[in-house]
């Protein structure tokens, strides 16, 4: 009964509209407090990481009245944010320091097995952006919004080895653990 079309799904006669699964997850929710002649007013923002785990990743900065308003105000601008980040296997492909006001932030890719060392917001984006073994450090600001924007723009700086050989326009390698072809490094490494 149920007939699919590129992301809409048809029930019945009815149309369902099919989202690819997103990773989400809410960094941080910081509350303001506005003092007026009756009292405090509380207002919250919510700082929250989307991604699909597959090398697309966002995040959004949601401000309301209420915490999940505030939550669903950054999801939906983290879901417009998305946009694309190379990786290399389930790593990065070479060490990275992104920069953003006082946040700065130091990324370097790690062999399998080493899982993601990060904390707090670095982590946050990392798993969205489908990254399995990382190491970072961060060493500005503590600044939620500061560290994860920082991370954003050091994972937009990546380049991998192909996108850098059709740039110039010969074959450039990078290290043999972002490929996956461990097994053949090992084996010339012990053959020489």
């Given at each position: 009964m149920?007939e699919?079309k590129?992301?809409?799904?048809?029930?019945?006669?009815?149309?369902?509209d099919e989202?690819?699964?997103?990773f989400e997850?809410?960094v941080?929710i910081?509350?303001?407090a506005?003092v007026?002649k009756?009292?405090?007013r509380f207002s919250?923002?919510a700082l929250?990481?989307v991604?699909?785990?597959?090398?697309n990743?966002g995040?959004?900065y949601g401000?309301?009245?209420?915490?999940?308003?505030?939550?669903?105000?950054?999801?939906?601008q983290?879901k417009?944010a998305i946009c694309?980040?190379?990786?290399s296997?389930?790593?990065?492909?070479?060490?990275v320091l992104g920069n953003y006001d006082?946040?700065k932030?130091l990324?370097r890719?790690a062999?399998?097995?080493?899982?993601?060392i990060?904390g707090?917001?670095v982590?946050?984006?990392?798993?969205?952006?489908?990254?399995?073994?990382?190491?970072?450090k961060?060493?500005?600001?503590?600044n939620?919004l500061s560290?994860?924007?920082?991370?954003?723009?050091?994972?937009s700086?990546l380049?991998?080895?192909?996108e850098?050989?059709?740039?110039r326009g010969e074959?450039?390698?990078g290290?043999s653990?972002?490929?996956?072809?461990?097994?053949k490094?090992?084996s010339?490494s012990?053959?020489?």
């Amino acid at each position: 009964m149920s007939e699919s079309k590129k992301n809409n799904t048809t029930v019945k006669g009815v149309e369902i509209d099919e989202e690819p699964e997103l990773f989400e997850k809410v960094v941080h929710i910081n509350r303001c407090a506005k003092v007026v002649k009756g009292g405090r007013r509380f207002s919250f923002a919510a700082l929250v990481v989307v991604g699909d785990q597959k090398g697309n990743v966002g995040f959004g900065y949601g401000k309301a009245q209420m915490v999940p308003d505030a939550i669903r105000k950054g999801t939906d601008q983290a879901k417009k944010a998305i946009c694309p980040v190379s990786i290399s296997g389930d790593t990065i492909p070479h060490p990275v320091l992104g920069n953003y006001d006082g946040g700065k932030v130091l990324l370097r890719p790690a062999r399998k097995g080493t899982g993601i060392i990060a904390g707090g917001g670095v982590r946050a984006v990392l798993e969205a952006a489908g990254i399995k073994n990382v190491l970072s450090k961060s060493l500005g600001s503590n600044n939620q919004l500061s560290v994860v924007t920082a991370t954003m723009n050091g994972l937009s700086q990546l380049r991998t080895a192909k996108e850098i050989s059709e740039i110039r326009g010969e074959e450039v390698n990078g290290p043999s653990f972002t490929t996956g072809n461990i097994d053949k490094s090992i084996s010339a490494s012990l053959s020489v």
